[in-house]
């Protein structure tokens, strides 16, 4: 965390200057021991934060194909003559645990084209798709699977 305020004290400056690099590195220094003191930062937690960062990358990349090959399948339900979107609602419960997890599924639901969440209350999702072939597979999506797999790394 100290090394973001670091980044952002340079970002905001004007100048990049001895002064200023001494200067940032001593209010970032209380700045960090005061988020440490009173809101719960620690240099464990930031440890364990920076171990996270792969798998979240592989998370994105997974998102990212998955946003691609929707977009696609958007497209062909647009411009087929034949296929007419035929849509639905389906609730399922993935067994997420964690709130950060059940919001991160239910934005990457909302973002991937064809799909929309709806609802969320006590871990059910609500999910509007375009087309039936859309909603197939959300029950045990990678995406879901790589969530899982990141609540259990917490443990």
Not at 40 to 67: C, E, N, R, T
Not at 120 to 127: A, E, I, Q, R
């Amino acid at each position: 965390m100290i090394f973001v305020l670091y980044i952002l004290w340079f970002i905001f400056s004007n100048a990049v200057t001895a002064e200023t690099a001494v200067s940032g590195a001593v209010v970032c220094s209380f700045l960090y021991f005061f988020l440490c003191r009173f809101l719960g930062y620690s240099l464990k937690k930031d440890i364990m934060a920076l171990k996270k960062i792969p798998s979240f990358i592989v998370f994105l990349l997974i998102l990212f194909f998955h946003i691609v090959m929707s977009n696609i399948g958007v497209i062909r339900v647009i411009l087929s003559v034949k296929k007419k979107p035929d849509s639905e609602i389906i609730t399922f419960n993935p067994g997420l645990k964690k709130f950060s997890s059940k919001c991160i599924f239910a934005n990457s639901i909302t973002i991937t084209p064809g799909t929309f969440t709806v609802g969320l209350k006590n871990g059910v999702y609500s999910v509007h798709a375009l087309t039936p072939e859309f909603s197939e597979g959300l029950e045990d999506s990678t995406i879901l699977k790589r969530l899982k797999n990141m609540e259990e790394k917490d443990r």
